[in-house]
């Protein structure tokens, strides 16, 4: 995962974290964990995350998923 990448989207919105852990249906305190790379986003949170920024598939995919599979 590329959490600067997320960062920049979310600073692109001028959201903050508790903005964002809103908008996503995420508790604040697992934002926290996620943006501090404590522990990773689930499936659910990534989809509800792409949902509040508006991303696209493409950026989803260059955002949370390191690998392409070929």
């Known amino acids: 995962m590329k ?5 920049a989207e ?3 919105k001028e959201l903050t974290l ?3 852990s809103k908008m996503a249906n995420i508790a ?3 934002m ?3 943006f501090n790379n404590t522990e990773e ?5 990534i989809n509800n ?3 509040a920024l508006e ?3 493409t950026r989803i995919m260059e955002i949370f998923f390191d690998e392409k599979v070929s």
Not at 3 to 7: A, D, H, P, S
Not at 41 to 45: I, K, N, P, Q, V
């Open 49 to 51: 995350i792409a949902k």
């Open 10 to 12: 979310v600073a692109r």
């Open 32 to 34: 926290w964990k996620r």
């Open 41 to 45: 986003f689930t499936l659910a949170e």
């Open 28 to 30: 604040r305190t697992t």
């Open 18 to 20: 508790d903005q964002l």
């Open 55 to 57: 991303l696209s598939g």
């Open 3 to 7: 959490l600067n990448e997320l960062k």
